[in-house]
């Protein structure tokens, strides 16, 4: 059964570097998202993609955050200027078509440690 | 707004009851909701979704209830198994085109062999 998968499933960075967290969505799916999930808390919305562009993003997408989806498979999300509270998991979700469904698959994540 | 929350944070149960898990929702607006199970390290995984359409909805082992009026959703899972125990979280899409979702703060299911 095709899945989401996510790289790499933990990343360590010092405050201030940039990361880049890979995602290879589901090969029919059209649409894109990423989540984040603090420790011990709900998962976040962050910003959904469609069309190779942004279509959604929330509060907490600023400006030290961006996406792209650099070719036909992989799907990234860019965090320029580490914080602390980076500190996650990020997780990566697809959708196929709006008409099949908006249920959202997820990929395993990727736990980010910002010291 | 935009809020979904869970009634119980932790909930134990004995191999082969019957488990109900609850969900709060704010946004009437909101036209369809998922359940999503999450084992400890990995992502969400779809459970069942059900449409604000609708009042109920079944699937193997699971049903899901939508009671719109007072914007309450809850998941049944029947002869619960060790194997169930896990974090579940509710979702909702609040309306807007790209299908966002809006995630609950999760209920942890135990269940005790």
């Known amino acids: 059964e095709p899945e989401v998968t996510q790289t790499p499933s933990h990343q360590v960075t010092q405050m201030g570097q940039e990361v880049i967290l890979r995602c290879v969505p589901i090969s029919n799916h059209l649409y894109f998202y990423w989540y984040r999930q603090i420790l011990g808390q709900k998962v976040e919305f962050l910003v959904s993609?469609?069309?190779?562009?942004?279509?959604?993003k929330s509060e907490i997408f600023d400006d030290q955050f961006s996406v792209e989806r650099p070719d036909g498979s992989n799907f990234t999300l860019k965090i320029r200027s580490t914080k602390l509270e980076d500190s996650a998991m990020y997780f990566c979700?697809?959708?196929?078509?709006?008409?099949?469904?908006?249920?959202?698959?997820f990929g395993p994540g990727t736990r980010l440690t910002v010291t | 707004g935009e809020s979904v929350g869970l009634h119980l944070p932790t909930l134990s149960v004995q191999e082969g009851d019957n488990s109900i898990i609850n969900c709060a929702y704010s946004?009437?607006?909101?036209?369809?909701f998922i359940w999503y199970k999450q084992e400890s390290g990995k992502g969400p995984q779809f459970i069942i979704d059900?449409?604000?359409?609708?009042d109920k909805r079944q699937g193997q082992r699971v049903t899901v209830l939508l009671n719109k009026t007072v914007k309450h959703l809850s998941l049944q899972i029947a002869a619960t198994q060790p194997g169930d125990s896990a974090v579940y979280f509710c979702?909702?899409?609040?309306?807007?085109?790209?299908?966002?979702?809006?995630f609950g703060t999760g209920t942890r299911l135990l269940v005790s062999p």
């Open positions: 993609f469609y069309n190779n562009e942004i279509s959604e």
């Open positions: 059900i449409r604000s359409n609708m």
């Open positions: 946004n009437s607006a909101s036209d369809y």
């Open positions: 979700a697809s959708r196929k078509h709006r008409t099949d469904g908006p249920e959202q698959y």
């Open positions: 979702a909702e899409n609040p309306g807007t085109g790209f299908q966002k979702l809006v």
